[in-house]
């Protein structure tokens, strides 16, 4: 059984960092992309960003040039740097993850990040 299992969450003031770690257990396979997706409240999840197994990297545009993305996926690991948060960041982030060949995709529990203004 595939678990994700998210931390690094937080509360943070606007312009502050948080780094949010998602390692995967019971993976057997192997690892298409894993990325990071997040769900306001009233608002749609929506696309924060992913990595693939071949490294190409996708962010909204939202975050680019303030989040970064990386991967061990030797280790089913995905990691999110993020920095100069804003209020609007505040959101439960969840972990994504696409096996290959199947593409069958695995979510997290999720993990808060709140920022004040």
């Known amino acids: 059984q595939v678990q994700l299992v998210e931390s690094g969450g937080g509360l943070v003031q606007a312009g502050g960092s948080l780094s949010l770690s998602c390692v995967a257990a019971?993976?057997?396979?192997?690892?298409?992309?894993m990325g990071w997706y997040r769900q306001a409240p009233g608002k749609q999840r929506e696309l924060v960003a992913v990595?693939?197994?071949?490294?190409?990297?996708n962010y909204a545009n939202s975050v680019k040039g303030r989040f970064a993305i990386s991967r061990d996926f030797a280790k089913g690991t995905v990691y999110l740097q993020m920095n100069s948060l804003k209020p609007e960041d505040t959101a439960v982030y969840y972990c994504?993850?696409?096996?290959?060949?199947?593409?069958?995709?695995?979510w997290g529990q999720g993990t808060q990040v709140t920022v004040s203004s």
């Open positions: 990595i693939t197994s071949g490294s190409r990297t």
């Open positions: 994504n993850l696409e096996a290959a060949y199947t593409r069958q995709n695995y």
């Open positions: 019971g993976t057997d396979f192997s690892i298409a992309a």
